[in-house]
């Protein structure tokens, strides 16, 4: 008798923490999705800035190094740095030869329409990409 008694209280015990935890879990997990999102978005801008003043003032050689350390202290960033119609200026991974034209990339064609994003899709080597792109209306858009 006690021994159903306490695996009843146990089972209710079950239920309630279950009951609880996976929707908090949840959302949780959606509020840090979201502030990482908002994070790479804030980042996205602030390299766009500092890109746009390299550019305006002719100093081209500045933007790999740029890419490059932003993409070393965020492990697995990848910075593309595109002028206004769209060529490849500089490429973090270097997978990309400078001068490319990626007007056609959907996150760069959207900056280039002055839209902004913030996306997640699976790349074309499987793992997931969390693309942000900034367009103010005079910055060089920056992925």
């Not at 980042?43 to 081209?60: C, Y």
């Not at 899709?121 to 920056?142: E, I, K």
């Amino acid at each position: 008798m006690t021994l159903r008694l306490i695996l009843s209280y146990l089972a209710l015990a079950l239920l309630v923490l279950l009951g609880l935890e996976i929707p908090l879990g949840y959302l949780y997990a959606r509020g840090e999705e979201s502030r990482f999102s908002q994070s790479v978005e804030r980042d996205a801008s602030m390299l766009a800035e500092v890109a746009e003043e390299n550019i305006e003032k002719g100093n081209l050689t500045a933007l790999p190094a740029m890419g490059r350390e932003y993409a070393e202290a965020n492990t697995s960033a990848r910075v593309v740095i595109v002028d206004r119609t769209g060529q490849l200026l500089t490429d973090s991974a270097d997978a990309t030869a400078t001068g490319t034209t990626l007007a056609g990339d959907p996150d760069i064609a959207a900056a280039l329409r002055n839209q902004t994003t913030v996306t997640t899709r699976t790349g074309t080597d499987g793992t997931d990409v969390l693309a942000a792109t900034p367009a103010p209306p005079s910055a060089a858009p920056c992925r």
